[in-house]
């Protein structure tokens, strides 16, 4: 079982920049591909990013596509989610999620483990 823990979240102007971390419990992170998934009030949590478990693999939602960077460091059991010229419309509050297994799913249904979400929100 894996225990996750977000952090970074926070208030920033358009334009801005933050940086989410994922602390992961247990010592077989690695053994999880894992995903970035945001929920805005009123609407579905929908896919952000992912990176498989070696972090040989990334994929994004086209809307932080350049934008935003997925990567990981296993020997910390961390994974990170860098965000650069935020839009308004990234506010949401973002979650991370682990899978079981080497390939990444953009799918929320896909993943076995959540964290609690950290707010992000960009005023105009």
């Known amino acids: 079982q894996v225990q996750l823990v977000e952090s970074g979240g926070g208030l920033v102007q358009a334009g801005g920049s933050l940086r989410l971390s994922c602390a992961a419990s247990?010592?077989?992170?690695?053994?999880?591909?894992m995903g970035w998934f945001r929920q805005a009030p009123g609407k579905e949590r929908d896919f952000v990013a992912a990176?498989?478990?070696?972090?040989?693999?990334?994929y994004y939602a086209d809307s932080v596509k350049g934008r935003f960077t997925i990567s990981r460091h296993n020997a910390q059991n961390t994974v990170y989610l860098e965000m650069n010229s935020l839009k308004p419309e990234d506010t949401a509050v973002y979650y991370c999620?682990?899978?079981?297994?080497?390939?990444?799913?953009?799918?929320?249904?896909?993943?076995?483990?959540w964290g609690q979400g950290t707010q992000v929100t960009v005023s105009s």
């Open positions: 999620a682990a899978r079981l297994g080497a390939t990444y799913k953009v799918s929320r249904y896909e993943y076995h483990y």
């Open positions: 247990g010592r077989t992170f690695s053994s999880y591909a």
């Open positions: 990176i498989s478990w070696s972090g040989g693999a990334t």
